[in-house]
């Protein structure tokens, strides 16, 4: 049975700094590319970063490009998505997914491609 389940969210200031956990089981982590999602209060969900399961190339939405970084432990079954420099705006639930495919690809953003979801893990950024 296919499980994701987001681990690491919680409240921190400005310019600090997280590191979201997505935890894999049911399937082998490094025949699929990996995608963190997030979704805001009111608005629609988001893509964030992407890696692929194959080369594990990277991708990042120009949004946090330079300030997240997403990485994969297979031996582990676990990515990680590293935010620093947090700004209130990155406020928002958020979420990793299982692509179909090794390849992040070019609709790596779209929700589509993405068949199993976590349950998401709430990320706050406030003074």
């Known amino acids: 049975q296919v499980h994701l389940e987001e681990s690491g969210g919680g409240l921190v200031q400005p310019g600090g700094s997280l590191r979201l956990s997505c935890r894999a089981s049911g399937f082998t982590l490094d025949w699929y590319a990996i995608g963190w999602f997030r979704q805001a209060p009111g608005k629609e969900r988001e893509g964030v970063s992407c890696?692929?399961?194959?080369?594990?190339?990277?991708f990042h939405a120009e949004s946090v490009n330079g300030r997240f970084t997403i990485s994969r432990d297979n031996a582990n079954n676990t990515v990680y998505l590293q935010m620093n420099s947090l700004e209130p705006g990155d406020t928002a639930v958020y979420y990793c997914?299982?692509?179909?495919?090794?390849?992040?690809?070019?609709?790596?953003?779209?929700?589509?491609?993405?068949?199993?979801w976590g349950q998401g893990t709430q990320v706050t950024v406030s003074s």
């Open positions: 997914a299982r692509n179909r495919f090794t390849a992040c690809g070019g609709s790596r953003w779209d929700l589509d491609p993405y068949d199993y």
């Open positions: 890696i692929s399961g194959s080369d594990r190339s990277t």
